[in-house]
């Protein structure tokens, strides 16, 4: 499948300090994507993107951000809300409640400041664009000692389908989109858990064995083709297949 052309688009990626957000931002600037990147600490950015040190959960500094993007670029054509924590890992009833309510307040209320300042930028340059939530199956399947990740990615899900339903004659393409298992940090976590806290650790052992990722740059093209491409997907929760193998 020829791949979108992202040449002089311009893309923001919230979490891409390292991980999926970084490996997607890199891949995208080598095809000549205008990027805006942001993470807690500052991403160290391709040639020529405009990085900035934003944390998710600050909605004004968000806000701030997009309108500083928009200025330098123009018209957002993509925002990808990546960022996103998988702590606190084990049992619900062992959990902090404060590091559960940490996670929710990323990953729900952090996407949906995102989108609210891409909302608020693409209405006021008359709709269009597109808007991909980054998911993950997680939101789909119940993992022990993932409460908070489960269920906050559920709410993405959701979310996205309010925002997708709410801008229906916008001309915006609103979706969340799960990335499959991508080796990153929060897979190292993963891998790294006791399976007293996560019982589902030996089948992450056994991805990293067999080499069983998708590639940021696989994620990447996936990402552009449902979001920029032509085709519109059937479902606004879209999941990325598997990367081809050799
Ligand atoms: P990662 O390696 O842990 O990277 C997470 C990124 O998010 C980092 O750049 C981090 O940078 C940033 N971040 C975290 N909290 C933030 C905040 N409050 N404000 C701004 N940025 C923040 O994770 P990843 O594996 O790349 O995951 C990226 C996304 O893909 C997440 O939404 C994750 O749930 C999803 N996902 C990943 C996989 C996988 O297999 N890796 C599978 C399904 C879904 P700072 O620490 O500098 O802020």
Redesign the pocket.
Known sequence: MTPVDVAGKVVVI?????????GMAAHLAAGGALLGL????E?SAPAGALSRA????DAAALAAFTVEVADAFGPIDLWVG?????EPIGPLRDADPAAFATNVT??VA?VANGAIAYLRHRHAVGGGGALVN?????GGSPYRGWAA?CAS?AAVDMLTRVIAAEETGSGTRVLAV??????????A?IRSTPADDFPDVERFNELRRTDS?NSPAWVAEQVVRVALGPDVPDDVVVRIPDEPRD
Do not use: E, H, W
Request: hydrophobic share 40%; glycine share 16%.
């Open positions: 919230t979490g891409a300090s390292r991980g999926l957000g970084a942001c993470a807690r600490s991403p934003v944390d998710v959960t990546n960022a996103g924590v998988l990323v990953n952090g980054i998911s993950s199956g997680a990740y990615k799960a990335p499959g298992v991508v080796d990153t940090d929060m897979q976590l990722f």
